[in-house]
């Protein structure tokens, strides 16, 4: 029975994925995720639409309000989105729940792990397939070009001089690309992430006092989204 709720569920995920899909708009859906240390707003890409349908969706049913960011690591990246950790006891193990299906990972060379980054968190499944639900968003830190030649090298995967850029003065964590599906990016609220991953934790990285969120979703014109958070669409 659950298997076939299972497989029920990922059959809706992906007929809503391949209507989303059809659409082209002068608008896209801004997300954001309130917490106690600040507000983020995000946007999610359209390479990835899979991911995409599956987050607005979840987030405009309120799947993930009063869910907590459950693990952080500073200068790494701040996890959430897990359904057991609502309402969850202090010693509670969090980080093994789920929503019943998971999505095809969508890589794309063009987007890859920024600071701010939105990524889709996974289990060791073979196909590198994205949970249904838990989520991270990178903090990471600044990479000198000794240490990118270093991690291109290992990964087989050559970095553009812009990402060069990116990962040398704003930072990220360039190991984890190609490996997990980055399917948005933090554009107003950076900081929250920084406040975020300075929170007092416990040995498993769960922050001694609760990091709940609450996310919405918010349909604007891309026109007024570049001009009120300085996003390119075109880049």
Known sequence: MKNQK???????????????AQKTSKKDEVVTIKTEQGTMRLILFDETPKHKANFLKLSKDKFYDGLLFHRVIDDFMI???????????PDDMLGKGDNGYKIPAEFSPKLFHQKGALAAARDNNP?????????????GRKWSKNDLDKQAARAARKLTDSQRKVYETIGGTPHLDG???????????LDVVDKIGSVEKDERDRPEKNVSMQISVKKMKKKKITRKYGWNYEA
Do not use: H
């Open 6 to 20: 299972s497989l029920l569920l990922a059959a809706l995920c992906l007929f809503s994925v391949g209507a989303f």
């Open 79 to 89: 996890q959430g989105g897990d359904p057991n950790s609502r309402n969850a006891k």
């Open 127 to 139: 196909a590198k397939e994205s949970s249904g639900c838990q989520f991270y968003i990178v903090q």
């Open 179 to 189: 490996s997990y599906t980055v399917f948005g990016q933090v554009i107003d609220g």
